[in-house]
């Protein structure tokens, strides 16, 4: 068994070790460039994340669950897939290096409007819900005016207006 001075060191060097990992990495990410961090923040937010790997196929985020994560694409790529009006799936986009997904049900608390799948090899960084809330705060209103303008972000809008006339998201296993 490790004495308590010796798991401290390992935490406390493990702790280090993921700081400086994410550290430079998302001081390259656009939205958090945009969001003008301190150092501070930035290390708060390095200090939260998680590392996740995903392979080809894999699922990060399902269509009419409640979200649990928000990702930030460390390496790879993800296919968003959302549902047209008959329920049928179809390819809305795909996010990369630098982009996030998992936020936009974090900022409007609702169920997830797409399934988003690792369309290759996905290394990500990774929060729950708690530490959006504590952490992202200096983010939020650039990631909400992002949603509100991209084009990337259409299907999503046009899901919001649905909802907003009472159409309900649904998870899969319900509508079977």
Do not use: W
Request: with cysteine.
């Amino acid at each position: 068994t490790l004495d308590r001075q010796t798991y401290k060191i390992i935490l406390t060097r493990s702790s280090k070790k993921k700081r400086t990992m994410y550290e430079g990495f998302l001081q390259t990410v656009g939205f958090l460039k945009v969001a003008n961090l301190s150092k501070h923040e930035l290390l708060q937010l390095a200090d939260s994340l998680k590392s996740a790997t995903y392979n080809p196929g894999d699922t990060l985020i399902s269509y009419g669950e409640v979200g649990e994560s928000f990702f930030i694409i460390v390496e790879g790529t993800v296919e968003v897939f959302g549902r047209d009006d008959d329920k049928n799936v179809l390819k809305v986009c795909e996010f990369t290096v630098g982009d996030c997904v998992g936020e936009l049900e974090f900022l409007r608390s609702h169920r997830c409007v797409a399934d988003v799948k690792a369309k290759d090899n996905v290394r990500t960084a990774k929060m729950n819900r708690l530490h959006f809330e504590m952490v992202m705060g200096p983010v939020k209103d650039v990631l909400a005016r992002t949603a509100g303008e991209s084009d990337v972000y259409t299907y999503y809008r046009h899901q919001l207006e649905k909802m907003e006339k009472g159409d309900h998201i649904e998870s899969e296993e319900k509508n079977e």
